[in-house]
């Protein structure tokens, strides 16, 4: 099967299809720990405090971490910041939990390279049913029989402070437990800890298996694998990474709530930054160059899609975002 590069994945006779599932033990014991560890302290140690502390956490660590930070920032470059400011958000997106800054650009890439093809492996599409996608996603990873070379860029590959939470990411939480431990004692570190990223990784999972699958889509790229889709009512509480069909619209815009209506905490910091002289080359979808495919629809059309299975497209194809 032929292939396209992608970025940092380089085609090298590569087939995004076949492949085998495989377990990651390191992976699958540390959500495997953390999720016990919520389950079986949560009710027991909670308080008011520590759920406060759970909330706060979660969303800087979320918002200003994973979707500005690793997400926006640093795998797609969608704006440009000072480099302290940019491994402070980056650091904040390790304490998510989820990997290392390598690991988490490895983990989107495969991922988006394999959804540009025009087939792929069922994991990185989230077609199976909700349990097996839920064991695949938390606890396995695709093993393909031709994958592509994973070639980061020098900036990011010499990068002494990247290469340190590469290899600390899980250590990385050890500090931040003892001053929950310090000055909120137990129940501080079971939540903010724990709790915090059982529940986040709980998440990310589940709206990438539902932006994966069906939802509003106001944008449609011809001849790939999966499409995104968007879940409006849920753009608060993901700071924006609900808005999955604009993203993988436009996937180098800073802001993922383009559509009137779609509220991005993400995009409202970057603004933030941008006003105070912090950020700067923001890319946004009437800035960057459209996606080969990329098509404009209407919800009507999209309903319709939906009755008749069929991939009914809206012919103002040229219309784009100011």
Same mark, same amino acid.
């Given at each position: 099967m032929?292939?396209?590069s992608?970025?940092?994945?380089?085609d090298?006779n590569s087939?995004?299809v076949?492949?085998k599932v495989?377990?990651l033990?390191?992976?699958?014991?540390w959500?495997? /720990?953390?999720s %016990?560890?919520?389950?079986?302290?949560?009710?027991?140690? &909670?308080?008011?405090?520590?759920?406060?502390?759970?909330?706060?956490?979660?969303?800087?660590?979320?918002?200003l971490? !994973?979707?500005?930070?690793m997400?926006?920032?640093l795998?797609?470059?969608s704006?440009?910041?000072h480099?302290?400011?940019? #491994?402070?958000?980056?650091?904040?997106?390790?304490?998510?939990?989820m990997?290392?800054p390598?690991?988490?650009?490895? /983990?989107?890439?495969?991922?988006?390279? $394999?959804?540009?093809?025009?087939?792929c492996?069922?994991?990185?599409a989230?077609r199976?049913?909700? &349990?097996?996608?839920a064991?695949?996603?938390? #606890?396995?990873a695709? /093993?393909?029989? !031709?994958?592509p070379? &994973?070639?980061?860029?020098e900036?990011?590959?010499?990068?002494r402070?990247y290469?340190?939470?590469?290899?600390?990411?899980?250590v990385?939480?050890i =500090?931040l437990?003892v001053?929950?431990?310090?000055?909120?004692?137990?129940p501080?570190v079971?939540?903010?800890i724990?709790?915090?990223?059982?529940?986040?990784l709980t998440?990310?999972w589940?709206?990438? !298996?539902? $932006? !994966?699958?069906?939802?509003?889509?106001?944008?449609?790229?011809?001849?790939?694998?999966?499409?995104?889709?968007?879940l409006?009512h849920?753009?608060?509480?993901t700071?924006?990474?609900?808005?999955h069909?604009?993203? #993988?619209?436009?996937p180098e815009?800073?802001?993922?709530?383009?559509?009137?209506?779609?509220?991005? %905490?993400g995009?409202?910091?970057?603004r933030?930054?941008?006003?105070?002289g912090?950020a700067?080359e923001?890319?946004l979808p009437?800035?960057?160059?459209?996606?080969?495919?990329?098509?404009?629809?209407?919800?009507?059309?999209t309903a319709?899609?939906?009755?008749?299975?069929? =991939?009914?497209i809206?012919?103002q /194809?040229s219309e784009?975002?100011a």
């Amino acid at each position: 099967m032929s292939s396209i590069s992608t970025g940092r994945m380089i085609d090298d006779n590569s087939d995004p299809v076949k492949g085998k599932v495989v377990w990651l033990p390191a992976k699958s014991i540390w959500i495997t /720990a953390m999720s %016990l560890t919520a389950i079986v302290g949560g009710p027991l140690t &909670f308080t008011c405090s520590a759920f406060g502390v759970f909330i706060f956490l979660t969303a800087v660590t979320i918002c200003l971490g !994973h979707s500005v930070g690793m997400h926006r920032l640093l795998i797609h470059r969608s704006f440009r910041t000072h480099v302290w400011i940019e #491994h402070a958000l980056v650091y904040l997106g390790t304490l998510v939990g989820m990997a290392g800054p390598f690991g988490m650009i490895y /983990a989107h890439d495969i991922r988006d390279w $394999a959804q540009r093809q025009s087939a792929c492996h069922d994991l990185y599409a989230h077609r199976r049913p909700f &349990f097996i996608d839920a064991a695949w996603q938390m #606890h396995c990873a695709v /093993a393909l029989d !031709h994958p592509p070379r &994973f070639v980061l860029n020098e900036g990011e590959r010499s990068d002494r402070f990247y290469r340190f939470l590469e290899a600390t990411w899980m250590v990385q939480q050890i =500090p931040l437990a003892v001053a929950l431990l310090v000055f909120g004692g137990l129940p501080w570190v079971v939540w903010g800890i724990a709790v915090r990223i059982s529940v986040s990784l709980t998440g990310h999972w589940l709206v990438g !298996h539902f $932006a !994966h699958r069906d939802g509003h889509q106001g944008w449609i790229v011809d001849d790939v694998a999966v499409q995104g889709y968007n879940l409006p009512h849920f753009g608060l509480v993901t700071f924006g990474e609900s808005f999955h069909g604009n993203h #993988h619209a436009f996937p180098e815009s800073a802001r993922l709530g383009i559509e009137p209506g779609q509220f991005d %905490l993400g995009w409202l910091f970057i603004r933030l930054l941008a006003r105070l002289g912090l950020a700067s080359e923001i890319k946004l979808p009437h800035t960057i160059m459209p996606r080969a495919g990329l098509r404009r629809i209407n919800l009507a059309e999209t309903a319709r899609r939906r009755t008749n299975s069929q =991939p009914l497209i809206d012919e103002q /194809a040229s219309e784009r975002l100011a």
